[in-house]
């Protein structure tokens, strides 16, 4: 950096030259007397200059000579700046590319995820605490949530505690502006508050952007995810079903309550041979929870894609995800 402390002594240079050349210049001016009014008439830029006898002498040469020098100083300053240059932009990370941003997000992101700063803290990023509900590094956690009675508008509110989902598999099923809209505007009736400005929420784009970016980088790795799931849940598709269907799609199932199974909660209800109208071609039905579609593409017979529903290609295997299908056309 032997580059940055030869800049930072021209600078000095010339500021302090520059400095100098004030003070002689107030100096001066204060002995300087006119009378009220008189620097109308005598104001020194207005002097009569040398005539031509008079300034093509060795006037004339010197004041070219000043010229030469200062030219020569910028000639010389701007070349030393982009010397500079590489440096500069090796501090500010370019070497390591997109990269480098990429993690300074992630670390942004796994600020505003946490309850309270980290150790060492970093005062910069607010803390919003998703950790609070979703656990620590978003391993899943529960909500306390007052549930008012929509059936029963008259009873009093009560406490249910609701499960919230882990979300270090969450960039496994969801698209990245998935993740963004399910961020900005929360779940209206859960305990998912809307997070984005646009939504209500406390968080601009940045912030939320920051948070996709995390969630990315906690994502665990499908092919481990699958042998779990595989381990866990086997190949039964009621049991498919409850671990990673009933949330959205049986009421009351997140708070211990459940409805009918299949009967609609979040997702629209898939019970009474509902799914074997929508999909005919049981493929295609496989196709949809396997991959979903992209937000208002059209799906099955009659569905338009809201890209809301989670795809599960990167959480449950083949014959997991035919299980549940089968499972499903049963309700
Ligand atoms: C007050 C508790 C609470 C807080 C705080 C909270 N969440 Fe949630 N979140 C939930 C619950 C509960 C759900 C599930 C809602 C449902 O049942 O549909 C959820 C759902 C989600 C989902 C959708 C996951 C899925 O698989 O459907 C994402 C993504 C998410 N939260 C991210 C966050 C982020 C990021 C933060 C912090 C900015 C956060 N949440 C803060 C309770 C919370
Ligand atoms: C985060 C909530 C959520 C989860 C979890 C979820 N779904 Fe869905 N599902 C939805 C929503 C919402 C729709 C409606 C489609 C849309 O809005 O794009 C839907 C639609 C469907 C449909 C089409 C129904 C129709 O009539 O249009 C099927 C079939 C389906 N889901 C199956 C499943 C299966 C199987 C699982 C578990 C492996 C699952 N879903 C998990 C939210 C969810």
Not at 24 to 45: I, M, Q
Not at 145 to 154: R, S
Not at 315 to 321: A, G, V
Request: charged residues 20%; glycine residues 12%; contains cysteine.
């Amino acid at each position: 950096m032997i580059f940055a402390a030869t800049q930072q002594s021209i600078g000095l240079g010339v500021v302090l030259a520059l400095t100098a050349g004030w003070v002689v210049y107030l100096l001066s001016s204060s002995k300087r007397t006119f009378d009220p009014g008189g620097e109308l008439v005598h104001a020194p830029n207005r002097k009569t200059y040398f005539d031509d006898e008079g300034l093509e002498t060795h006037r004339l040469t010197k004041y070219l000579w000043w010229a030469f020098a200062t030219l020569t100083i910028s000639a010389i300053g701007l070349p030393l700046y982009w010397l500079r240059e590489p440096f500069r932009q090796q501090g500010a990370g370019f070497d390591r590319g997109t990269q480098y941003f990429e993690d300074r997000a992630v670390k942004r992101g796994e600020e505003l995820f946490q309850a309270s700063p980290g150790n060492p803290p970093t005062p910069r990023e607010p803390h919003f605490g998703c950790e609070v509900c979703h656990g620590v590094e978003g391993v899943g956690g529960v909500a306390q949530f007052t549930l008012a009675d929509p059936v029963n508008p008259d009873a009093l509110p009560r406490p249910v505690q609701w499960s919230a989902p882990a979300l270090n598999t969450v960039a496994l099923r969801f698209r990245p502006e998935e993740i963004t809209n399910i961020l900005v505007y929360g779940r209206a009736g859960t305990p998912m508050p809307a997070w984005g400005v646009k939504g209500g929420g406390p968080m601009n784009d940045q912030q939320i952007s920051d948070l996709v970016a995390y969630l990315t980088h906690i994502a665990l790795d499908p092919k481990q995810v699958q042998d779990d799931n595989l381990a866990q849940y086997g190949t039964d598709g009621q049991k498919i079903f409850d671990g990673f269907c009933a949330r959205c799609h049986t009421g009351g199932f997140s708070y211990g309550e459940p409805g009918p199974t299949g009967g609609g909660a979040f997702g629209p209800a898939l019970d009474g041979g509902a799914t074997a109208r929508q999909f005919p071609a049981i493929e295609k039905q496989v196709d949809w929870v396997a991959k979903t579609a992209a937000y208002g593409q059209l799906y099955g017979v009659r569905g338009v894609s809201e890209g809301v529903m989670p795809h599960f290609e990167n959480m449950l295997t083949p014959e997991q995800i035919q299980a549940v299908v089968d499972y499903e056309r049963t309700l």
